[in-house]
Protein backbone atom coordinates (compact mmCIF):
# COMPACT_ATOMS: atom_id res chain seq x y z
CA UNK A 1 0.00 0.00 0.00
CA UNK A 2 2.77 2.29 0.75
CA UNK A 3 4.41 1.09 -2.74
CA UNK A 4 1.15 2.46 -4.17
CA UNK A 5 0.97 5.81 -2.28
CA UNK A 6 4.52 6.49 -2.77
CA UNK A 7 3.41 5.97 -7.01
CA UNK A 8 0.62 8.52 -6.66
CA UNK A 9 2.71 11.39 -5.03
CA UNK A 10 5.23 11.08 -7.89
CA UNK A 11 2.40 10.67 -10.17
CA UNK A 12 1.13 14.17 -9.22
CA UNK A 13 4.09 16.33 -8.62
CA UNK A 14 4.97 15.33 -12.49
CA UNK A 15 1.40 16.44 -13.36
CA UNK A 16 1.78 19.80 -11.15
CA UNK A 17 1.79 22.65 -13.45
CA UNK A 18 5.58 23.43 -13.69
CA UNK A 19 5.73 27.30 -11.88
CA UNK A 20 8.06 29.43 -13.47
CA UNK A 21 9.80 33.00 -12.43
CA UNK A 22 11.79 35.66 -13.58
CA UNK A 23 14.95 37.62 -13.09
CA UNK A 24 13.95 41.16 -11.59
CA UNK A 25 17.38 42.24 -10.85
CA UNK A 26 21.08 41.66 -11.02
CA UNK A 27 23.68 43.25 -8.93
CA UNK A 28 26.79 42.13 -8.50
CA UNK A 29 26.52 38.39 -6.99
CA UNK A 30 23.13 38.97 -5.82
CA UNK A 31 20.44 37.70 -8.44
CA UNK A 32 17.13 38.59 -7.52
CA UNK A 33 14.18 35.91 -8.22
CA UNK A 34 10.37 36.86 -8.57
CA UNK A 35 7.38 34.42 -8.96
CA UNK A 36 8.72 31.35 -7.42
CA UNK A 37 7.17 31.54 -3.56
CA UNK A 38 8.14 27.77 -2.93
CA UNK A 39 11.46 28.26 -3.09
CA UNK A 40 13.66 27.93 0.57
CA UNK A 41 17.10 28.96 1.42
CA UNK A 42 19.11 26.36 -0.28
CA UNK A 43 17.34 25.20 -3.15
CA UNK A 44 18.76 25.45 -6.89
CA UNK A 45 17.28 27.66 -9.56
CA UNK A 46 17.71 27.20 -13.03
CA UNK A 47 17.99 30.37 -14.81
CA UNK A 48 17.73 30.17 -18.89
CA UNK A 49 19.89 32.40 -20.24
CA UNK A 50 20.52 33.28 -24.31
CA UNK A 51 24.00 31.22 -22.92
CA UNK A 52 22.38 28.31 -22.08
CA UNK A 53 20.94 27.07 -18.42
CA UNK A 54 22.63 28.76 -15.07
CA UNK A 55 22.40 26.84 -11.87
CA UNK A 56 21.71 29.70 -8.55
CA UNK A 57 21.22 28.43 -5.23
CA UNK A 58 18.85 30.59 -2.91
CA UNK A 59 20.28 32.54 0.14
CA UNK A 60 18.05 34.65 1.44
CA UNK A 61 14.33 35.50 0.62
CA UNK A 62 12.13 39.16 0.89
CA UNK A 63 8.80 39.31 0.84
CA UNK A 64 7.90 37.99 -2.89
CA UNK A 65 11.58 37.51 -4.15
CA UNK A 66 14.49 35.02 -3.84
CA UNK A 67 18.29 36.47 -3.54
CA UNK A 68 20.21 33.50 -5.11
CA UNK A 69 23.63 33.14 -5.98
CA UNK A 70 24.85 32.37 -9.44
CA UNK A 71 27.25 29.20 -9.90
CA UNK A 72 28.68 30.02 -13.00
CA UNK A 73 29.01 33.42 -15.06
CA UNK A 74 26.18 35.72 -15.13
CA UNK A 75 27.47 36.74 -18.95
CA UNK A 76 24.13 36.82 -21.05
CA UNK A 77 21.64 36.97 -17.72
CA UNK A 78 19.18 39.49 -18.24
CA UNK A 79 16.10 41.12 -16.59
CA UNK A 80 12.70 39.11 -16.67
CA UNK A 81 14.86 35.85 -17.83
CA UNK A 82 12.63 32.57 -17.28
CA UNK A 83 13.29 30.92 -14.12
CA UNK A 84 12.21 27.01 -12.59
CA UNK A 85 12.98 25.23 -9.41
CA UNK A 86 14.75 22.26 -9.62
CA UNK A 87 12.94 20.63 -6.42
CA UNK A 88 15.33 20.84 -3.64
CA UNK A 89 19.27 22.09 -2.93
CA UNK A 90 22.26 21.02 -4.91
CA UNK A 91 23.35 17.53 -4.73
CA UNK A 92 26.37 15.58 -5.74
CA UNK A 93 27.11 11.88 -6.88
CA UNK A 94 28.82 9.72 -4.53
CA UNK A 95 30.04 6.13 -4.47
CA UNK A 96 32.74 4.14 -5.10
CA UNK A 97 33.14 4.82 -8.89
CA UNK A 98 34.09 8.23 -7.76
CA UNK A 99 37.78 7.07 -7.21
CA UNK A 100 40.37 7.72 -9.86
CA UNK A 101 37.75 10.39 -11.21
CA UNK A 102 38.54 14.53 -11.59
CA UNK A 103 34.94 16.42 -10.77
CA UNK A 104 34.39 20.30 -10.58
CA UNK A 105 33.36 22.28 -7.63
CA UNK A 106 29.58 21.14 -7.99
CA UNK A 107 30.60 17.61 -8.56
CA UNK A 108 30.55 16.78 -12.13
CA UNK A 109 33.10 14.85 -13.96
CA UNK A 110 35.67 17.22 -15.74
CA UNK A 111 37.93 14.13 -17.23
CA UNK A 112 37.82 12.18 -20.04
CA UNK A 113 35.79 9.44 -17.97
CA UNK A 114 32.61 7.97 -18.54
CA UNK A 115 29.50 9.63 -17.12
CA UNK A 116 28.49 8.91 -13.75
CA UNK A 117 24.79 8.82 -14.58
CA UNK A 118 22.96 5.66 -14.10
CA UNK A 119 26.39 3.95 -12.49
CA UNK A 120 25.75 1.23 -10.03
CA UNK A 121 25.96 2.02 -6.79
CA UNK A 122 25.95 5.83 -7.42
CA UNK A 123 23.37 8.36 -5.36
CA UNK A 124 22.86 11.38 -5.16
CA UNK A 125 22.94 13.36 -1.89
CA UNK A 126 22.91 16.89 -0.73
CA UNK A 127 26.17 18.67 0.05
CA UNK A 128 24.98 19.73 3.65
CA UNK A 129 25.22 16.94 6.15
CA UNK A 130 25.54 17.31 9.89
CA UNK A 131 28.89 16.93 11.77
CA UNK A 132 29.18 13.69 13.78
CA UNK A 133 28.10 14.52 17.21
CA UNK A 134 30.51 15.16 19.82
CA UNK A 135 29.96 12.60 22.54
CA UNK A 136 29.63 9.31 19.86
CA UNK A 137 33.03 10.41 18.04
CA UNK A 138 35.53 7.37 19.23
CA UNK A 139 38.65 9.05 20.60
CA UNK A 140 41.81 9.10 18.17
CA UNK A 141 44.10 6.03 19.28
CA UNK A 142 45.47 5.07 16.26
CA UNK A 143 48.24 6.29 14.02
CA UNK A 144 47.89 7.26 10.59
CA UNK A 145 51.12 6.80 8.36
CA UNK A 146 51.63 10.16 5.83
CA UNK A 147 55.31 8.55 4.38
CA UNK A 148 56.75 11.59 5.50
CA UNK A 149 59.21 11.26 8.06
CA UNK A 150 59.44 14.93 9.56
CA UNK A 151 55.71 14.47 10.00
CA UNK A 152 55.77 11.31 11.16
CA UNK A 153 58.20 11.07 13.64
CA UNK A 154 57.77 14.78 14.90
CA UNK A 155 54.29 15.88 13.89
CA UNK A 156 52.71 12.46 14.41
CA UNK A 157 48.77 12.57 13.04
CA UNK A 158 46.33 10.46 14.29
CA UNK A 159 42.99 8.84 12.32
CA UNK A 160 40.26 11.42 12.15
CA UNK A 161 42.87 14.30 13.11
CA UNK A 162 42.66 17.67 11.47
CA UNK A 163 46.08 19.34 10.98
CA UNK A 164 46.56 22.47 9.29
CA UNK A 165 49.72 23.17 6.78
CA UNK A 166 50.51 26.88 6.85
CA UNK A 167 52.88 28.53 4.30
CA UNK A 168 53.26 31.68 2.24
CA UNK A 169 53.04 31.50 -1.34
CA UNK A 170 55.75 29.07 -3.14
CA UNK A 171 56.85 27.35 0.01
CA UNK A 172 55.62 23.25 -0.81
CA UNK A 173 52.56 22.94 0.19
CA UNK A 174 50.97 21.26 -2.67
CA UNK A 175 53.98 19.13 -3.40
CA UNK A 176 53.78 18.14 0.24
CA UNK A 177 50.34 17.05 0.20
CA UNK A 178 51.32 15.23 -3.20
CA UNK A 179 53.98 13.02 -1.31
CA UNK A 180 51.04 12.61 1.68
CA UNK A 181 48.67 11.79 -1.29
CA UNK A 182 51.05 8.78 -2.22
CA UNK A 183 52.84 8.01 1.02
CA UNK A 184 49.51 7.75 3.66
CA UNK A 185 47.86 4.54 4.57
CA UNK A 186 44.54 5.67 4.24
CA UNK A 187 42.63 3.63 1.83
CA UNK A 188 40.97 6.63 -0.23
CA UNK A 189 42.20 10.15 -0.40
CA UNK A 190 40.13 12.84 -1.71
CA UNK A 191 41.69 16.12 -2.32
CA UNK A 192 40.26 19.95 -2.84
CA UNK A 193 42.12 21.95 -5.48
CA UNK A 194 40.05 25.38 -4.46
CA UNK A 195 41.34 28.51 -6.35
CA UNK A 196 44.40 27.00 -7.85
CA UNK A 197 45.98 28.58 -11.39
CA UNK A 198 44.83 25.96 -13.71
CA UNK A 199 48.12 25.34 -15.29
CA UNK A 200 48.94 23.64 -11.66
CA UNK A 201 46.12 21.10 -11.96
CA UNK A 202 47.31 19.30 -14.62
CA UNK A 203 50.80 19.27 -13.31
CA UNK A 204 49.57 18.15 -9.71
CA UNK A 205 48.11 15.21 -11.21
CA UNK A 206 50.55 13.86 -13.77
CA UNK A 207 53.70 15.07 -12.19
CA UNK A 208 52.89 15.24 -8.26
CA UNK A 209 49.88 12.95 -7.59
CA UNK A 210 50.70 10.61 -10.52
CA UNK A 211 48.57 7.41 -11.44
CA UNK A 212 49.05 5.39 -8.66
CA UNK A 213 48.04 8.46 -6.32
CA UNK A 214 44.99 9.60 -8.85
CA UNK A 215 43.94 5.34 -8.75
CA UNK A 216 42.88 5.60 -5.27
CA UNK A 217 41.74 9.66 -5.00
CA UNK A 218 38.73 11.63 -6.10
CA UNK A 219 39.76 15.14 -6.66
CA UNK A 220 37.48 18.21 -6.76
CA UNK A 221 38.55 21.29 -8.53
CA UNK A 222 37.75 24.72 -8.85
CA UNK A 223 40.10 27.31 -10.57
CA UNK A 224 40.77 30.75 -9.66
CA UNK A 225 38.92 31.86 -12.34
CA UNK A 226 35.48 29.48 -11.03
CA UNK A 227 32.43 31.42 -9.72
CA UNK A 228 33.40 32.40 -6.14
CA UNK A 229 30.04 30.37 -4.69
CA UNK A 230 31.71 27.24 -6.69
CA UNK A 231 34.73 27.51 -4.82
CA UNK A 232 33.21 27.74 -1.50
CA UNK A 233 30.68 24.63 -2.74
CA UNK A 234 33.99 22.80 -3.97
CA UNK A 235 34.61 22.64 -0.38
CA UNK A 236 31.44 21.38 0.77
CA UNK A 237 31.49 18.49 -2.15
CA UNK A 238 35.45 16.76 -1.49
CA UNK A 239 33.29 16.97 2.20
CA UNK A 240 30.34 15.12 1.59
CA UNK A 241 32.38 12.84 -0.81
CA UNK A 242 34.66 12.07 2.04
CA UNK A 243 31.91 11.25 4.44
CA UNK A 244 30.16 9.15 2.10
CA UNK A 245 33.73 6.28 2.58
CA UNK A 246 33.51 7.41 5.74
CA UNK A 247 30.00 6.29 5.93
CA UNK A 248 31.06 2.82 4.33
CA UNK A 249 34.00 2.02 6.95
CA UNK A 250 36.68 3.62 5.04
CA UNK A 251 39.70 5.25 6.74
CA UNK A 252 39.62 8.78 4.58
CA UNK A 253 42.44 11.13 3.98
CA UNK A 254 40.52 14.79 3.22
CA UNK A 255 43.28 17.11 1.79
CA UNK A 256 42.27 21.09 0.84
CA UNK A 257 44.32 23.15 -0.82
CA UNK A 258 43.41 25.93 0.00
CA UNK A 259 41.44 26.86 3.39
CA UNK A 260 42.08 30.60 2.81
CA UNK A 261 41.19 30.59 -0.77
CA UNK A 262 37.96 28.77 0.90
CA UNK A 263 37.79 31.60 3.57
CA UNK A 264 38.13 34.54 0.47
CA UNK A 265 35.47 33.11 -1.92
CA UNK A 266 33.20 33.38 0.86
CA UNK A 267 34.33 36.77 1.68
CA UNK A 268 33.88 37.99 -1.89
CA UNK A 269 30.27 36.50 -1.42
CA UNK A 270 29.63 38.05 1.74
CA UNK A 271 30.53 41.32 1.11
CA UNK A 272 28.59 41.27 -1.98
CA UNK A 273 25.57 40.59 -0.32
CA UNK A 274 26.07 43.96 1.89
CA UNK A 275 28.10 42.06 5.35
CA UNK A 276 30.35 44.72 6.61
CA UNK A 277 34.13 43.81 6.66
CA UNK A 278 35.64 42.78 9.82
CA UNK A 279 39.21 41.51 10.14
CA UNK A 280 41.28 42.67 7.33
CA UNK A 281 38.32 42.93 5.12
CA UNK A 282 37.12 39.01 6.15
CA UNK A 283 33.48 39.25 7.10
CA UNK A 284 31.45 37.99 9.95
CA UNK A 285 30.09 34.58 7.93
CA UNK A 286 33.48 33.57 7.47
CA UNK A 287 34.70 32.86 10.92
CA UNK A 288 31.16 30.93 11.11
CA UNK A 289 32.30 28.98 7.55
CA UNK A 290 35.21 27.66 8.97
CA UNK A 291 34.12 25.92 11.75
CA UNK A 292 31.04 24.41 10.00
CA UNK A 293 33.18 22.78 7.39
CA UNK A 294 36.09 21.71 9.64
CA UNK A 295 33.74 20.16 12.42
CA UNK A 296 32.58 17.65 9.63
CA UNK A 297 36.34 15.81 9.43
CA UNK A 298 37.39 13.33 12.19
CA UNK A 299 36.15 10.09 13.20
CA UNK A 300 32.72 8.59 13.37
CA UNK A 301 31.39 5.03 14.91
CA UNK A 302 32.17 3.96 11.27
CA UNK A 303 35.27 5.33 9.82
CA UNK A 304 37.39 8.44 9.81
CA UNK A 305 38.12 11.44 7.64
CA UNK A 306 41.70 12.91 8.66
CA UNK A 307 42.00 16.52 7.53
CA UNK A 308 44.69 18.10 5.92
CA UNK A 309 43.90 21.59 5.48
CA UNK A 310 46.34 23.88 3.81
CA UNK A 311 46.67 27.52 4.53
CA UNK A 312 47.91 30.24 2.92
CA UNK A 313 49.53 32.61 5.02
CA UNK A 314 49.71 36.28 3.94
CA UNK A 315 53.39 37.62 4.07
CA UNK A 316 54.48 34.75 5.90
CA UNK A 317 52.68 36.44 9.44
CA UNK A 318 51.17 32.97 11.25
CA UNK A 319 49.03 35.79 12.89
CA UNK A 320 47.22 36.19 9.98
CA UNK A 321 43.36 35.64 10.98
CA UNK A 322 42.51 33.20 8.58
CA UNK A 323 45.49 31.12 9.92
CA UNK A 324 45.04 32.32 13.40
CA UNK A 325 40.97 30.99 13.57
CA UNK A 326 42.02 27.68 11.85
CA UNK A 327 44.73 26.54 14.51
CA UNK A 328 42.35 27.56 17.45
CA UNK A 329 39.55 24.80 15.31
CA UNK A 330 42.34 22.07 14.50
CA UNK A 331 44.16 19.46 16.22
CA UNK A 332 47.19 20.73 15.28
CA UNK A 333 49.65 22.67 12.54
CA UNK A 334 52.58 22.09 10.39
CA UNK A 335 54.64 25.47 9.65
CA UNK A 336 56.49 25.15 6.36
CA UNK A 337 59.63 27.96 6.23
CA UNK A 338 60.40 30.17 3.47
CA UNK A 339 64.55 30.15 5.02
CA UNK A 340 64.43 26.04 4.60
CA UNK A 341 62.65 26.02 1.02
CA UNK A 342 65.08 28.89 -0.24
CA UNK A 343 67.97 26.43 1.33
CA UNK A 344 66.70 23.93 -0.81
CA UNK A 345 65.41 21.88 1.92
CA UNK A 346 63.13 19.88 1.35
CA UNK A 347 59.82 19.63 2.96
CA UNK A 348 60.32 22.77 4.15
CA UNK A 349 58.62 21.58 7.38
CA UNK A 350 59.57 24.22 10.79
CA UNK A 351 59.29 21.21 12.92
CA UNK A 352 59.89 23.28 16.20
CA UNK A 353 57.26 25.60 15.35
CA UNK A 354 54.77 22.26 14.44
CA UNK A 355 52.47 20.56 16.96
CA UNK A 356 50.34 17.62 16.89
CA UNK A 357 47.69 18.08 19.68
CA UNK A 358 47.36 14.28 19.70
CA UNK A 359 51.03 13.03 19.59
CA UNK A 360 50.68 11.16 23.11
CA UNK A 361 47.67 9.37 21.98
CA UNK A 362 49.39 7.85 18.57
CA UNK A 363 52.80 7.37 20.14
CA UNK A 364 54.72 5.18 22.68
CA UNK A 365 56.46 6.13 25.51
CA UNK A 366 59.79 5.46 23.70
CA UNK A 367 58.88 7.03 20.32
CA UNK A 368 58.06 9.87 22.34
CA UNK A 369 61.30 9.94 23.92
CA UNK A 370 63.02 10.43 20.64
CA UNK A 371 61.49 12.43 18.89
CA UNK A 372 61.55 15.37 22.15
CA UNK A 373 65.39 13.85 22.17
CA UNK A 374 65.69 15.36 18.93
CA UNK A 375 63.67 18.68 19.16
CA UNK A 376 65.63 19.78 22.19
CA UNK A 377 68.73 19.01 19.77
CA UNK A 378 67.51 21.22 17.14
CA UNK A 379 66.03 23.85 20.02
CA UNK A 380 69.76 24.57 21.29
CA UNK A 381 71.24 24.09 17.64
CA UNK A 382 68.92 26.95 16.82
CA UNK A 383 69.78 29.05 19.84
CA UNK A 384 73.69 28.72 18.86
CA UNK A 385 73.49 29.13 15.23
CA UNK A 386 74.75 32.48 15.10
CA UNK A 387 77.57 31.92 17.67
CA UNK A 388 78.88 28.41 15.44
CA UNK A 389 78.72 30.85 12.33
CA UNK A 390 81.14 33.32 14.01
CA UNK A 391 82.73 30.90 15.87
CA UNK A 392 82.45 32.19 18.64
CA UNK A 393 80.53 29.24 19.89
CA UNK A 394 82.45 27.11 23.32
CA UNK A 395 82.22 23.60 22.97
CA UNK A 396 80.71 22.16 26.19
CA UNK A 397 78.49 25.10 26.77
CA UNK A 398 75.70 23.28 26.16
CA UNK A 399 75.15 19.53 26.21
CA UNK A 400 71.95 19.92 23.92
CA UNK A 401 73.77 22.10 21.56
CA UNK A 402 77.24 20.07 21.38
CA UNK A 403 74.91 16.47 20.99
CA UNK A 404 72.80 18.73 17.75
CA UNK A 405 76.68 19.36 16.21
CA UNK A 406 77.63 16.10 16.74
CA UNK A 407 75.00 14.86 14.94
CA UNK A 408 73.81 17.73 12.32
CA UNK A 409 74.09 15.44 8.86
CA UNK A 410 72.52 13.21 10.40
CA UNK A 411 69.51 14.91 11.45
CA UNK A 412 69.92 16.81 8.31
CA UNK A 413 69.32 13.53 5.72
CA UNK A 414 66.38 12.38 8.26
CA UNK A 415 64.27 15.61 7.72
CA UNK A 416 65.12 15.73 4.27
CA UNK A 417 63.20 13.42 1.85
CA UNK A 418 62.95 13.80 -2.17
CA UNK A 419 58.99 14.28 -3.75
CA UNK A 420 58.81 10.42 -4.44
CA UNK A 421 60.44 8.65 -1.37
CA UNK A 422 57.66 7.29 0.75
CA UNK A 423 58.90 6.18 3.89
CA UNK A 424 57.01 3.50 6.09
CA UNK A 425 56.19 4.77 9.49
CA UNK A 426 57.94 1.90 11.46
CA UNK A 427 61.40 2.48 9.12
CA UNK A 428 60.87 6.10 10.66
CA UNK A 429 60.76 5.79 13.74
CA UNK A 430 63.77 3.10 13.68
CA UNK A 431 65.81 5.83 11.34
CA UNK A 432 64.97 8.19 14.59
CA UNK A 433 66.29 5.62 17.07
CA UNK A 434 69.38 5.57 15.29
CA UNK A 435 69.90 9.56 14.32
CA UNK A 436 69.54 9.98 18.20
CA UNK A 437 71.55 7.15 19.27
CA UNK A 438 74.85 7.96 21.24
Known sequence: MSADLALRERLLAAAAPLRLGTVSELVGLQLEVRGIPEAAVGDLLEVRTTHGPLLAEVAALRPGAAICLPLGTTTGVRVGDTVRTTGGPLQVQVGAALLGRVLDGLGRPIDDGPSLDGMPGMERVSTEHAAPNALT?????????????????????????????????????????????????????????????????????????????????????ATSDAPAVERLRAAFTATRIAEWFRDQGRD????????????????????????????????????????????????????????????????????????????????????????????????????LESISRVHGAVTTPEQRQDAGLLRRMLAAHRSVRELVEIGAYVSGADADADAALARLPRI???????????TPRAETWNQLAGVVAP
Do not use: C, W
Open 137 to 221: RPRITEPLGLGVRALDALVPVGRGQRIGVMAGSGVGKSSLLSMIARGTDAAVNVIALVGERGREVREFLDRDLGPEGLARSVVVV
Open 252 to 351: VVLMMDSLTRVAMAQREIGLSAGEPPATRGYPPSVFGLLPRLLERAGTSADGSITGVYTVLIEGDDLQDPIGDTARSILDGHVVLSRELATGGHFPAIDV
Open 412 to 422: EAFLRQDLDDV
